[in-house]
């Protein structure tokens, strides 16, 4: 007679509750930036160059984890919404930087809001440990599993 191994249910898996509750949590942010017609790629661009001197497109790219072309159309995107300028690096004429315009400066603050919000929707039920926590353990896998490249969608 065969010896057949159970098959474990969809959720009794972390895998799927992460996945279930992530994009969820996402979608809602998507929408929200979808609001202020900006994309979430365009957002993770904007406040990684919030508080950072003008920048390299390659370190976007290694930041985001994306290629030099995903880059440079997004910068495109966001260039011709006048929320990001590009300039020549002033130590090396051929390279090239990118930072925020006094309107994308304005804007980060306000999709930052956004996002605090969405969060609040989602995990403001949990106590503060319990957030601590999640957010150490997430931290964690993220940490342990050399996860590098950031989430845009």
Known sequence: ?????????????LGFWLRFVSNHVSHA???KLAGKKI???????LRLLYDADPMPPSRLA????MTRGAITKLADRLIGKSLIARKADPEDGRAQTLSLTRQGQRLVPELAALADRNDAAFFNHLSRDERAVLHRLLKRLAEHGQMRAMPLE
């Open 39 to 45: 994309s979430v790629a365009e957002w993770v661009m």
């Open 1 to 13: 007679e065969e010896m057949t191994t159970p098959v474990s249910d969809l959720t009794s898996h």
């Open 29 to 31: 942010f998507a929408e």
């Open 62 to 65: 290694d930041h985001m984890g």
